[in-house]
Structures are given as structure tokens and as C-alpha cells.
């Protein structure tokens, strides 16, 4: 009789975490913009602590016509920007960041200024977890991302 019980308990160990959410966004911000400017950048780290893989494939915000996911090279001293193509994957129980000189969301089409102290709401995409609103706080221009790791 015991031992049926454990069985019993340790298959619903094993379905319980395929129903939870493993996707957590850290540290999202959104550089300030001047005020006639037409595009934004936004940032964050990514972290899926699932056991599959996700894949960021857009996003969209009321401050902008348009939110794409960038990728950035240098190409012969040549800063490139292009969209991802296919999505931008996010390892099972790994991490993607978004930060200056590399991925970033591209907001195009900005409706008005993004004002540092405020936070802009911005809906992320993905292949698994679905649409995820995330408030970005907007951080002056020199601002470079601390303490990311510490947790
Ligand atoms: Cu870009």
C-alpha cells in the first residue's frame, strides 16, 4: 500500500513542471530618447529555467509602429543591424541578453520621446510562453546595466 502511494506521488512530481512558467525577465530598460527621434532601443536578460527551449520571435508597445528583435555585427568597422530571422532562441535552462552592441528590440515608428525615470510597457513574443508584457523602465543614455548577475 505504501509503495503505491509513492508512485502515485512521484509521477505528479514529474507532470507538475511542465506546467509552470520558466521564462524571467531581468533588468529591462529602454534608453532615453532625444526628442525628434523616430527609433528606441530596449534591452534585458532573459532567463528560462524550463527544459525546453524558447524562442523570442517579436513584440510590440502603444510608444512605437513597431518593436523587432536586432541582432548587431560589426562588418568591416561597419556597425550592422538586421532582424532575427526565425526568432531569437532562449536555452533550455540558459539565457539570452539583450544589451548594447548585440540583440536589442528595435522600437520604430516612436509615437513620442521615452523620458528616463518612466516605465513603458512593451509585449514580448514567445514560441512557447506565449505573449508576455514587461514594463521597461527608461534609463538616461550613458546608462550601462549593473549588477545584473548578483542575484
Ligand atoms: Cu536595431
Do not use: C
Not at 532573459?46 to 512605437?64: F, H, M, Q, Y
Not at 555585427?73 to 536555452?91: H, N, S
Not at 548594447?100 to 516605465?119: C, S, V
Amino acid at each position: 500500500m505504501i509503495k503505491t502511494m509513492t508512485i502515485a506521488l512521484a509521477l505528479a512530481a514529474v507532470a507538475t513542471p511542465l506546467a509552470a512558467a520558466p521564462l524571467r525577465i531581468e533588468t529591462p530598460w529602454l534608453r532615453e530618447t532625444p526628442p525628434a527621434a523616430e527609433t528606441g532601443a530596449g534591452y534585458a536578460l532573459i532567463r528560462n529555467g524550463g527544459s525546453k527551449e524558447d524562442r523570442l520571435l517579436g513584440a510590440s508597445s502603444a510608444v512605437a509602429d513597431a518593436v523587432e528583435v536586432h541582432s548587431m555585427t560589426m562588418d568591416g568597422g561597419i556597425m550592422r543591424m538586421r532582424p532575427v530571422a526565425g526568432g531569437l532562441a532562449v536555452p533550455a535552462g540558459g539565457s539570452v541578453a539583450l544589451r548594447p552592441g548585440g540583440y536589442h528590440l528595435m522600437l520604430t515608428g516612436l509615437k513620442r520621446p521615452l523620458r528616463r525615470g518612466e516605465t513603458v510597457e512593451i509585449r514580448l513574443r514567445f514560441a512557447r510562453a506565449g505573449s508576455v508584457p514587461i514594463r521597461f523602465r527608461v534609463e538616461p543614455i550613458a546608462f550601462q546595466p549593473g549588477g545584473r548577475h548578483e542575484r
